[in-house]
């Protein structure tokens, strides 16, 4: 395990099993934008469902709109409300106890390499930590909002 909690990509944490990322065919690789349940989807498709403990070999932010979301980053319980922002990061454990009934969220996900590593090394230097959530103010929160109706 690494300093910061991390286990890293291609040793599994024990018993948990590595998701890799699947473009969806079709579409042009990189940044792929999901509601809860198009993840929930995918995750059953692979036969790992959100809430049973997977380690994704991709970026997952998740943009909570409405409702409660309870969350689990490397074994550490996160209660996302509205307005909630969570970014894990690849080779980090997650999984979503309680599945995703009763929230509205968006979902953006994305492999390592996009954005380029050189954004990647700046995100990750010092004053961010490995996985982050963040509640941003109201005149963020309205910008970061906007962009995300944008991707969708």
């Not at 996302?80 to 690849?90: R, Y």
Request: charged share 20%; hydrophobic share 45%; net charge neutral.
């Amino acid at each position: 395990m690494k300093e910061n909690g991390q286990f890293p990509v291609g040793r599994a944490a024990a018993g948990v099993p590595a998701v890799s990322y699947r473009p969806t065919p079709g579409r042009p690789p990189g940044l792929e934008v999901l509601d809860l349940p198009g993840l929930a989807a995918r995750a059953v498709e692979r036969g790992l469902p959100l809430t049973v403990p997977g380690r994704p070999a991709f970026h997952v932010v998740v943009a909570v709109r409405g409702g409660r979301l309870a969350c689990s980053v490397d074994f550490t319980s996160y209660p996302l409300a509205p307005g909630d922002w969570l970014w894990v990061w690849p080779g980090q454990v997650l999984q979503f106890p309680d599945g995703h009934r009763g929230c509205d969220a968006t979902v953006l996900v994305f492999p390592t390499g996009f954005p380029s590593a050189a954004t990647d090394a700046l995100i990750r230097d010092g004053a961010h930590v490995p996985y982050r959530l963040v509640t941003p103010d109201e005149p963020r929160q309205a910008a970061l909002l906007r962009l995300l109706d944008a991707l969708v």
